[in-house]
C-alpha cells in the first residue's frame, strides 16, 4: 500500500503553531485520500495522524519500541500515538526509516531536530542512488522552506546531494497544488 510519508519533530505540542500546521497537513492529505506514515509517536506525528485519522485512510506509525521502552512515563516516545490505525514495530531506527521509505510516493518534511534532519539525508540519499541505478523512481520531496532553505543552501556542493530531488513549499495551500499532482 502507497503512502505519503510524514518527518518531522516529536517536541511539539498540541496548540503551538507547528502542531497545528501539521494538523492541518494531515486533515488535507486525509481528505484527498491519501495514506500517511510517520513515526507513530507524539508531536509532528501526533498532529499529522490526527489529522488524517479523519478520514478513511491508512494512518500508519512506525515505531521502535525496543529503543524508547525504558523512556519515564513522561517521555514523548513511551507509545504509539492514539490516532494511528496501522503500527509497524520495528527494531532500529534505519529499519524505521528503511520501513517509511519502502512504498513512500512522497516525503514531505516538516520542521524538526536531529532525528528529521538525519530523515532528510537518508531519503536524499535514496533519491541519489535510485536516480544513479535506475531501478526505482525518486520519490518526490517537499520541504518546508522557511525552516529547511537555509540549512539545504549550506551544504557543501561536493557532497553529491543535488537540489532537483525537491520541492520548497511555504504553507498547506502551496503543498496541496504538489500533492494533487500524485497519482
Not at 30 to 50: F, P
Not at 145 to 161: A, F, R, V
Request: contains cysteine.
Amino acid at each position: 500500500m502507497k503512502h505519503i510519508t510524514i518527518f518531522g519533530s516529536s517536541r511539539c505540542v498540541k496548540g503551538d503553531e507547528e502542531y497545528l500546521f501539521a494538523e492541518n497537513l494531515g486533515n488535507m492529505l486525509g481528505k484527498l485520500g491519501h495514506n500517511v506514515a510517520t513515526g507513530g509517536y507524539q508531536g509532528t506525528m501526533e498532529a499529522i495522524s490526527k489529522g488524517a485519522s479523519k478520514h478513511n485512510v491508512s494512518v500508519i506509525g512506525v515505531t521502535v519500541p525496543s529503543l524508547f521502552s525504558n523512556m519515564s512515563k513522561d517521555s514523548f516516545e513511551v507509545k504509539a500515538n492514539e490516532f494511528i490505525n496501522n503500527e509497524i514495530k520495528t527494531e532500529s531506527l534505519s529499519s524505521r526509516i528503511h520501513h517509511l521509505l519502502e512504498n513512500s510516493k512522497a516525503i514531505i518534511v516538516l520542521p524538526g531536530k536531529i532525528g528529521t534532519l538525519t530523515e532528510l539525508i537518508v531519503a536524499w540519499n535514496t533519491n541519489y542512488l535510485y536516480n544513479i541505478s535506475k531501478d526505482k523512481d525518486v520519490i518526490p520531496i517537499f520541504l518546508k522552506k522557511d525552516y529547511w532553505k537555509e540549512i539545504i543552501d549550506n551544504m557543501p556542493e561536493d557532497m553529491e546531494l543535488s537540489n532537483n530531488f525537491f520541492e520548497y513549499y511555504e504553507n498547506v495551500e502551496d503543498l496541496e497544488k504538489f500533492i494533487e499532482k500524485l497519482d
